[in-house]
């Protein structure tokens, strides 16, 4: 799914590190800044 400036992000969710899920709605209403690593965890 392609994101343009400004498109508001779907909910979805990831594990932390303690392997529960959370969801980007939890922190509805909350300031939070995503960063992503495009090569985290991978050969390249």
Do not use: C, E, H, I
């Amino acid at each position: 799914m392609k994101l343009n400036p400004n498109d508001k992000a779907p909910d979805f969710g990831l594990l932390d590190q303690n392997g529960k899920k959370v969801l980007l709605s939890d922190f509805k209403g909350s300031k939070l800044l995503l960063f992503f690593y495009p090569k985290a965890g991978t050969s390249g």
